[in-house]
């Protein structure tokens, strides 16, 4: 990361902010199949950190056990998964983020792929397809534009 600590981050709605007072290491993509049903996504990017670095300022992450393992920690109001903590003794001693909810997540890159053999075979991160950008207010307009603003970006995403 180019930035310096104290590195920030948090939900979707706000409830839950928290700080990372060194960079994560290690940014990576993970496709294992427990990743891929708690971020509902192909893959999630998720970086390491200590644990001794991670402080939560605002909020409490609920936590769900999701194998024997380990535990991950979501927004209880949104929903937005946010921590993976492993429970056994030899890993007490770091967990990971989920990239995308640093404030700046453009700024750590994943770098390798874990998991790979649950790699949804479509999703290739690597990969070069199109890429196509949402206009500007694109959920403003979606919410509350006129009809045939609505009726235009839908069309334009294949909706009938």
């Not at 706000?14 to 290491?25: C, F, L, Q, W």
């Not at 390491?48 to 999701?66: D, L, N, Q, V």
């Not at 983020?97 to 390798?112: G, K, N, Q, V």
């Not at 999703?123 to 403003?140: L, R, S």
Request: with cysteine.
């Amino acid at each position: 990361m180019t930035s310096t600590p104290p590195f920030a981050g948090g939900c979707l709605c706000g409830a839950i902010r928290y700080e990372i007072s060194a960079p994560p290491y290690d940014p990576h993509y993970c496709h294992c199949r427990s990743c891929q049903k708690a971020a509902g996504a192909p893959a999630i990017a998720g970086a390491f950190i200590a644990r001794t670095e991670f402080r939560i300022i605002r909020g409490k992450p609920r936590y769900f056990r999701s194998s024997a393992v380990a535990e991950r920690g979501f927004c209880k109001d949104c929903g937005t998964y946010l921590i993976y903590r492993p429970l056994i003794a030899q890993w007490s001693n770091w967990m990971i983020i989920t990239i995308a909810c640093l404030d700046h997540p453009e700024e750590l890159s994943p770098r390798r792929h874990y998991g790979s053999e649950s790699r949804i075979p479509w999703f290739d991160p690597q990969g070069e397809p199109p890429h196509e950008k949402y206009e500007d207010n694109f959920i403003d307009i979606l919410s509350d534009g006129s009809p045939d603003e609505r009726k235009a970006i839908l069309e334009r995403f294949g909706a009938p």
